[in-house]
């Protein structure tokens, strides 16, 4: 560069783009294109019930509440959810179940969920016959588009009007049938697209949660999605019209464990959808009950079990140490006592070391 200072060389199409994004050109989007005023318009306050009505139709299946979401959800989205992991083909079974992955999922917050949806869903995009370039530079054009204002479909590609529909089924976007040729794009895709942070979708909902020092829990709701939530962890007592008593026990804890969730996400969750009034007091969730649920957890890791193979009745020290140094140099060692000279090596090293013994006494 002019001066001897120090430059670098763009890529050429980054270059170019950059230009065109600085100084203007290029193609205009299809989907900013005029359209006439929609008799059938949509305000933020139904985009938003749109799209949690249909992303907690997927969660509604994931936690078995089949008679609420077998009618409603599709086939895309189940298949994402075998492929992700987050449910499983049990033998006996005659639909998928939850796995320990998905119970995980399901403690995550809402715009956790999708971006994991998603990515999984991108990952399966080529067997579903569309382009993943085109169809991730749609989802970037998502996060330059404005709530509540209705776009067009004109010029959108077959394959690109299939992806719109995939998206329409995970309220990424709302659509009132697929021959209207515009689309809402709702809150969920606009944050998974422009990197919104965390809890700015759980914002739209309030807590519900109250935790009590004696292990209870009530939930002031009356949707069965966040009744099944509960249940994970808790166990249920009791249920009114708009309320919920349970309690945390060792028990149910213990099961949760089991499934795959952890001491830290349980406490996180109750935080994490806590009823406002609880949240203005210092801490949310009372010690006594986070702490007896850390403690539950470790209760499992008070052993941990390795398969070996024991090595004992060595004639001399010399004899143990140098089977000792070997089996450490092989990284098989699981444990050794020099004054009961006993060595414990895995069941995956145990060939190497016992041809090694063998042409020792040789």
Known sequence: MPGGLPGWTLNGTFRTNLRTALLGGGKPWSTCMGLEPDKHARDITFLDSYAMERWECVLHYMVGAVQLATKRIGGDAVRVLLHAGLMRNEEGENSPTISPTGFQFLLLDIQSQIWCFMLQYLDTIESRNLD??????????????????????????????????????????????????????????????????????????NGYIVVETNYRVYAYTDSDLQVALIGLFCELLYRFPNLVVAIVSRDSVRQALRSGITAQQIITFLKMHAHPEVKKQNPVVPPTVTDQIRLWELERDRFSFTDGVLYDQFLTLQDFEMLRNYARDLDVLVWSSPINRVVIVSRLGHDDVKRFWKRQKQ
């Open 132 to 205: 993943l370039v085109e169809c991730l530079a749609f989802l970037f054009q998502l996060s330059f588009l404005t709530l509540g204002k209705d776009y067009s479909t004109e010029g959108m590609s077959e394959r690109m009007l299939d992806f719109l529909q995939h998206l329409r089924e995970f309220g990424l976007v709302y659509q009132r049938k697929r021959t209207c040729g515009r689309f809402y794009p709702t809150r969920l895709a606009l944050n998974l697209a422009s990197g919104a942070p965390k809890g700015q979708v759980d914002q739209q909902t």
